[in-house]
């Protein structure tokens, strides 16, 4: 165990840091049946970057970030927006087009840089093994500012995401739905360049889906998914150092053997009339 402290302290502290919040956000993703919408706003800001890095800029200039972000928060809009006037057209479908759009315009952006396939292969998996530990120290913070702005108005979000009577309605809605997809693609831009888009999807729809495969409510929710993230994205590091495995694809396979096996289990379990299950232990 010490050895395994001495070579993954940081990018296991970066991975608690991230993996809580991406979690909380995700409980909203899955209930909300939009479950592309991580993936459009992270390989949209991976877009970003790749146009950055098409222009000669560094992976963690300033320019890049703010490329990124911008990408990330155009994307938030747009999703927030379309909701509207869809008819028979589920939103799902319109955020999967922004996703293929943005990864084809990623490949075609990056095939014109000198190492565009190893750049693309980066932002997919991230570089969590090689965090710094004043990248973590950052990521603390600006997760901590995230957080309390989504306190904030957590009331509110949440009414939308389970579609309360008492939830907002017309232009207050809209208003909701812009600052809880832009506070998502901070989070995305922050954690996409460590982590990759791979385990930013994992650590947001993964955890939730265990919870909501066991438990109706969002309180619910949140006490049985947090763990889940975290033993998850432990266990991945783990067997990253032991196998030698690539540390994003580990922390993705742990995560969905987690969700395959409460998967099974909850086909042996009845169902409460509260939508919770029945757990034998």
Known sequence: MSEFWLIMQWPTLAALVMAPLHCLFGLHIVRRGVIFVDLA???MAAL???????SHHEVGSPTTYWMSLGFALATALAISVTRF????????AIIGIIFVVASALAIVVLERTEHGLEEMQDI????????????VQDSAIVYGVILLIALFAWRAITAVSLDEPSAPTGLRRVLVDVLFY?????????SVKVAG????????VMPPVCAFLWVGKMKHAI?????IAVAGTFGGLWLSFTKDWPTGPAVVVVLGGIVAALY??????PERPDGDEVVPW
Do not use: D, M, N, Y
């Not at 888009?197 to 947001?204: Q, R, T, Y």
């Open 124 to 135: 997919l998996r991230g570089s969590l093994l090689l965090v710094s530990p004043a990248v």
């Open 182 to 190: 832009a506070l998502l693609a901070f989070v995305v831009v922050a």
């Open 223 to 227: 006490a049985f998914s947090l763990p």
């Open 41 to 43: 706003v992270a390989q």
């Open 48 to 54: 970003g970057t790749a146009v950055a890095l098409a």
């Open 264 to 269: 099974v289990a909850k086909l042996f379990v």
């Open 85 to 92: 006037k869809l008819g028979r057209v589920p939103h799902e």
């Open 197 to 204: 888009v791979l385990v930013v999807f994992a650590w947001l």
